[in-house]
């Protein structure tokens, strides 16, 4: 938590020798999965989660964008229950996000009507709630409390309005005492306003 705290100081103070600074509060959905299918289970599927938040492009051809987002994520899993009958359960886990990226406009800048913007870097998610169908009984508690990945985006700038899509790889496994426990991982769209 001091190296994230530590990091937004640094961004901060930088900040005031950078040209160009934007805020894009955003709303968008989130489709989370599995790195792989944790032992026991048959399948995993993927559902549609949200995100709202807010970043600030600091920068104009090259920039750092920080950002803030609360969300939640879904994923359903069918695992084997007594004597060989499937059971489904339903996970959902919010969480804060707070993406660092560092981006490049491959089209325009942030002062153009029109850009495309390349991204990517480091995210961290502070789990603040579990929903669990209770067939686990899982909760918060199973959960590790800061959970990290890396992601990878493109964006597209249109006046005042913009559009990000990116890719997130979780870098740590998302259970407590679980041994070859999966990671989440998952794809992110959203959209929003720049001023």
């Keep these: 938590m001091k190296k994230l705290v530590l990091l937004f100081v640094a961004v901060a103070i930088s900040s005031l020798t950078w040209s160009q600074v934007s805020i894009k509060p955003g709303i968008g959905i989130n489709v989370t999965d599995f790195s792989k299918v944790p032992d026991?289970?048959?399948?995993?599927?993927?559902?549609?989660?949200?995100?709202?938040?807010?970043?600030?492009?600091?920068?104009?051809?090259?920039?750092?964008?920080?950002?803030?987002?609360?969300?939640?994520?879904?994923?359903?899993?069918?695992?084997?229950?007594?004597?060989?009958?499937?059971?489904?359960?339903?996970?959902?886990?919010?969480?804060?996000?707070i993406p660092v990226n560092v981006g490049y406009h491959i089209l325009g800048s942030e002062s153009s009507p029109f850009a495309l913007r390349v991204f990517g870097g480091p995210t961290?998610?502070?789990?603040?709630?579990?929903k669990e169908s209770n067939i686990l009984k899982l909760d918060k508690s199973d959960y590790k409390g800061m959970n990290w990945g890396?992601?990878?985006?493109?964006?597209?700038d249109l006046s005042f309005?913009?559009?990000?899509?990116?890719?997130?790889?979780?870098?740590?496994?998302?259970?407590?005492?679980?041994?070859?426990?999966?990671?989440?991982?998952?794809?992110?769209?959203?959209?929003?306003?720049?001023?």
Aim: overall charge neutral; glycine content about 12%; cysteine-free.
């Design 161 to 195: 309005l913009y559009l990000d899509v990116s890719y997130e790889w979780g870098l740590n496994e998302f259970l407590k005492n679980t041994s070859n426990a999966p990671k989440l991982q998952g794809a992110y769209i959203t959209a929003g306003i720049n001023f």
């Design 124 to 130: 961290a998610s502070i789990v603040t709630n579990v």
């Design 150 to 156: 890396a992601q990878v985006g493109v964006g597209v």
């Design 40 to 97: 026991g289970t048959n399948n995993v599927q993927a559902k549609v989660g949200y995100q709202i938040g807010a970043s600030a492009l600091i920068g104009d051809k090259l920039y750092v964008e920080p950002g803030v987002f609360v969300q939640k994520q879904s994923t359903d899993f069918v695992v084997s229950g007594i004597e060989g009958q499937k059971v489904d359960i339903s996970n959902q886990i919010s969480s804060i996000r």
